[in-house]
């Protein structure tokens, strides 16, 4: 997901040094939506794994 963003603010910078303003808004707030939602996945693992605990092999 975090490729996506990467994907997406080179979009925008080379859409917004272009000078399409509205192409590098929208991919710098998709970047931003992604973003997020990878943060949020993350954190609900992060949980999820110290909920289950370690287990022995």
């Known amino acids: ?3 996506w963003v990467v994907t997406f603010l ?3 910078l080379v859409t917004g040094v272009l000078g399409f303003g509205g192409i590098a808004g929208a991919s710098i ?3 931003k ?3 997020f939602i990878a943060v949020v996945l993350f954190l609900v693992s992060a949980v999820v794994g110290l909920a289950r605990g370690r287990t022995r092999v």
């Open 1 to 3: 997901m975090l490729g």
């Open 10 to 12: 080179i979009v925008a």
């Open 29 to 31: 707030e998709i970047a």
């Open 33 to 35: 939506i992604i973003f």
